[in-house]
């Protein structure tokens, strides 16, 4: 197992640089120039602009510039935005709210993804099954900026359960309901994958031998099918905790929740390399931590999985 992790931690290293690489030449590939952006509709000082571009390092070549970034990051400085201040301050700022509400939308698909594929794989062909395929169906055809629409029209403008948008977003029941659009798709996703691998598995020796041996139901299914039938299951759910941290930009920016989307999609409007840079790289480490947490998963719920 130690060897694993130390493998799996040095192949993360050119992942690492190979990402925010690419991430750092797209941005500054962006047309405009952000330090003039900031005199808005005025004309720059030439004088001051000048000034601000070699304090900042915008005056040198590209490659300079990523060499400088990631000295930096290496060290563990994310960079410093146009504003001045240090991009980790606006991430500590903004991930407590992201966490919040990516958790949340984590615990729906699990709860609700698996509860629905488990009784569907059970009741393979069956009402139940062919309603959770339309129904999931349904999930993955409607676009997350229609839904949030949909569900915004429907809870808070017509029933008023809540408001149309967050007002405090370190309001956790203000939350809900982004954390059900973000989870969503996800949902349907968790559903398909568990009704798919239930189906396939009730059939196999071990549950059937399981079942002669005299076991109880309860513990059949949730001792044995369900256990071996989550390993597809917890595969997609390492990837997909990534990518509800960094997918939140779009649910953030429909409900208003002051998070890292949020805060990364207005950095992308204002053309701010560094603070864009900063949180793709936070995210990147998250997406790689997550896939290791995942491999090391596989071991405990199969016990044959071994690491050489």
């Not at 917890?234 to 990534?242: E, H, S, V």
Request: glycine share 10%; net charge positive.
């Amino acid at each position: 197992m130690g060897r694993f992790v130390a493998r799996r931690l040095l192949q993360m290293i050119p992942v690492f640089l190979g990402t925010t690489a690419l991430i750092f030449f797209m941005v500054h590939a962006l047309p405009g120039d952000p330090v003039a952006a900031m005199w808005g509709d005025k004309a720059p000082d030439p004088v001051q602009l000048a000034a601000l571009r070699h304090q900042m390092g915008f005056d040198k070549p590209l490659i300079g510039q990523y060499t400088d970034y990631m000295g930096k990051l290496l060290t563990g400085d994310f960079g410093t935005a146009l504003d001045g201040r240090p991009v980790i301050d606006k991430i500590t700022e903004a991930l407590p709210v992201t966490v919040r509400l990516a958790l949340f939308a984590f615990a729906i698909e699990i709860v609700l993804g698996v509860a629905i594929g488990l009784f569907a794989g059970l009741r393979r062909g069956r009402a139940f099954d062919k309603g959770a395929l339309v129904f999931t169906l349904l999930l993955i055809s409607i676009p997350v900026p229609v839904l949030g629409f949909i569900f915004q029209t429907i809870f808070a403008t017509n029933l008023k359960w809540v408001t149309p948008t967050v007002q405090d977003s370190n309001d956790i029941t203000q939350l809900v309901l982004p954390a059900v659009v973000l989870g969503s798709l996800s949902l349907a996703y968790v559903a398909r994958l568990t009704r798919t691998s239930i189906a396939e598995n009730i059939k196999a020796d071990y549950v059937r031998t399981a079942v002669a041996k005299g076991l109880p139901r309860r513990k059949v299914i949730g001792t044995h099918l369900l256990r071996n039938s989550m390993i597809p299951v917890i595969t997609f759910l390492g990837t997909d905790l990534g990518a509800l941290m960094g997918g939140a930009i779009v649910t953030e920016g429909i409900f208003n929740v002051k998070g890292v989307g949020n805060a990364l999609f207005h950095a992308i409007n204002l053309k701010e390399g560094a603070t864009v840079s900063g949180f793709v790289a936070f995210l990147v480490l998250v997406y790689l931590a997550a896939g290791l947490i995942v491999d090391l998963l596989y071991a405990v719920l199969d016990p044959r999985i071994r690491y050489a």
